[in-house]
Each structure stands twice: as structure tokens, then as C-alpha cells.
């Protein structure tokens, strides 16, 4: 199982439970993560990160990481600043309530 946490996770989920210093990681990380491969195209990598609103996409490879795609890559990428752009649009709009 492939488990997450990102600065984010420890403002966001630290400052709603109250957590301090001494918590505990194991209760503040992302255990659903969606991950790619390194056989994803550039585009099928921003379809994903756009549609699950997520700024980092875990590479793996048989259950083991082996790399991370953040919207900074794909700003540096081929891809169109338009592409780009409508990636961070999406991942920044805000989370539907039924997810």
C-alpha cells in the first residue's frame, strides 16, 4: 500500500484535528493515493492530476515508488501553457462535495 503526506496534509488536517508536535504521522497521511506509472503520457498525467485535484502524482512501479510528477513538471513539459493551465485551474477549483 502506497501511503502520502505533503505539507499541505500537516496545515490542512493538523490545524482541523488540533494536532500538535507529538502526533503521530500514521494520522495525517493520505492512504487512497492515486498514482501513474512512468509509461503515463504527459497528457494522460495532467488528465489524472486534473480530474482528482492534485498538485503531485506518485509514480509506481510494482507497488513502489519510483518517481513524482508535480504541476511544476508539466509547466516545464511540452505540454501548452493552455494545457497547463487548465490543469491548475481544475486542480485548484474547489472539491466537490461527493468525492
Not at 494520522?27 to 501513474?36: A, K, Q, S
Not at 497528457?43 to 502524482?57: G, K, N, P, T, V
Request: net charge negative.
Amino acid at each position: 500500500m502506497i501511503s502520502l503526506i505533503t505539507d499541505r496534509d500537516l496545515v490542512v488536517k493538523g490545524l482541523a484535528n488540533n494536532f500538535n508536535a507529538n502526533t503521530q504521522i500514521s494520522e495525517m497521511i493520505t492512504t487512497d493515493v492515486i498514482t501513474g506509472t512512468k509509461y503515463m503520457s504527459v497528457e494522460q498525467a495532467s488528465d489524472l492530476m486534473s480530474q482528482h485535484q492534485i498538485r503531485r502524482l506518485p509514480i509506481v512501479e510494482n507497488g513502489k515508488l519510483i518517481g513524482m510528477v508535480s504541476l511544476g513538471d508539466l509547466a516545464a513539459s511540452n505540454t501548452s501553457n493552455k494545457e497547463t493551465g487548465k490543469v491548475l485551474e481544475n486542480i485548484s477549483a474547489p472539491a466537490e462535495l461527493n468525492k
